[in-house]
């Protein structure tokens, strides 16, 4: 297993009393995405280009101490109940397993976000460390077409990642799909198929102007209710069910399982949004299009600074954040960062 350079920083001994994460409108954070790195070993053509994106170098990003230490601290502190990790590709970190089994003590639903290419291999590793569920990317069932959107060969992998993650424990195990128009809206009954037969959960995301190139268009987005509309004409879908996540779950009428679809565009869930993100060179934002981060790894690498520092840049950031992401206002201004360089 690789190991991390360590780094100093003082702790605090014990947590102190947990203090929930409030914003200025009330909402509580519970939720803590962990990007762990920026790089990646697919070039989803919505994510990023061809050529891949400026990396950041090794010493700018967090180490697993570091990553451990702040992912505890919201956890015992600031009442986190749920830890993402993503990227980037989380899997093309080495030491993943490690980094699962270190958090794994803190008890909350940790889950991960992959593009599954290297799942086969990892996913019981995972297990055996405290993984618990994953979240996989598949955006098209047909091989030609996956190599046209992530600009690599690897369907026959992420099939078999999705395969390995269910019969390894893994659950749920759900697997995400970017529709876009004229890319594969044509498969969003294919998809759905497949989920309803592999015992994997779907769900659609409404594709986001998070793309590295600049080139998302309100046109290419392919709504949930056209997404809904495709599949309950295939296979009927019960009415909504609204739960405590942003997905709108969606049953199959002859007992199924359920879809999800992600309608960040056309029916944005910030109102009940309760996400914090920490991208891999530390930088906590407090939305996905927040166009500016707060700076947490000049801390963690200040021996000087303590938790209570952190505990207050953290709940400085809640306190600061938007109502809402506003992509569809016409004063909406992208994020600097892409999608893989914030942690999706
Ligand atoms: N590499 C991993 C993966 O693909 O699952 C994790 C990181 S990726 C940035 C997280 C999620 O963001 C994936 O489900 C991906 O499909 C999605 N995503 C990337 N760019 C997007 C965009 N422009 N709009 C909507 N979703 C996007
Ligand atoms: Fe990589 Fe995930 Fe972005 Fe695709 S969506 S290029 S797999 S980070």
């Not at 769900?203 to 599949?231: K, N, S, T």
């Not at 199959?252 to 993100?277: A, H, N, Q």
Request: glycine residues 8%; aromatic residues 4%; contains cysteine.
């Amino acid at each position: 297993m690789a190991t991390e350079p360590s780094v100093a920083g003082p702790t605090t001994e014990e947590p102190t009393a947990e203090e929930p994460l409030v914003d200025g409108f009330g909402r509580v954070h519970r939720d803590l995405r962990i990007s762990v790195t920026d790089r990646c070993d697919l070039r989803c053509d919505y994510c990023m280009p061809a050529e891949g994106l400026e990396w950041l170098d090794r010493s700018e990003i967090l180490s697993f101490e570091e990553i451990e230490r702040i992912a505890t601290l919201c956890v015992r502190r600031l009442g986190v109940e749920s830890i993402r990790l993503t990227g980037g590709e989380p899997t093309v970190r080495a030491g993943l397993v490690d980094l699962v089994a270190r958090l794994a003590p803190l008890e909350v639903d940790l889950s991960l976000t992959t593009n599954g290419v290297r799942l086969r291999q990892l996913a019981a590793p995972l297990v055996s460390a405290g993984l618990r569920r994953i979240n996989v990317s598949l955006d098209t069932l047909r091989r030609d077409r996956f190599e046209r959107i992530t600009r690599r060969d690897r369907l026959d992998d992420v099939l078999a990642g999705i395969e390995a993650a269910v019969e390894s424990g893994l659950d749920p195990v759900k697997v995400n799909c970017v529709v876009v128009r004229g890319v594969n809206d044509d498969e969003v009954v294919d998809l759905a198929r497949f989920g309803r037969d592999s015992g994997v959960t779907m769900r659609f995301i409404e594709y986001m102007p998070l793309d590295a190139q600049g080139r998302w268009d309100r046109p290419a987005v392919v709504g949930q209710d056209e997404i809904i509309a495709a599949i309950s004409a295939v296979f009927p879908l019960e009415d909504e069910v609204r739960g405590r996540q942003p997905a709108s779950r969606f049953r199959y009428l002859d007992g199924c399982g359920e879809v999800g679809v992600i309608p960040s565009v056309t029916e944005p869930f910030c109102g009940d949004c309760d996400r914090i993100r920490l991208t891999a060179d530390g930088e906590l934002r407090s939305c996905l299009f927040s166009t500016t981060g707060t700076d947490l790894r000049g801390v963690l690498r200040d021996p000087s600074a303590d938790d209570d520092r952190l505990d207050a840049l953290v709940r400085q950031v809640v306190a600061g954040k938007w109502a809402g992401h506003g992509i569809s206002s016409v004063d909406f201004v992208r994020p600097r960062r892409s999608m893989s360089q914030i942690g999706g």
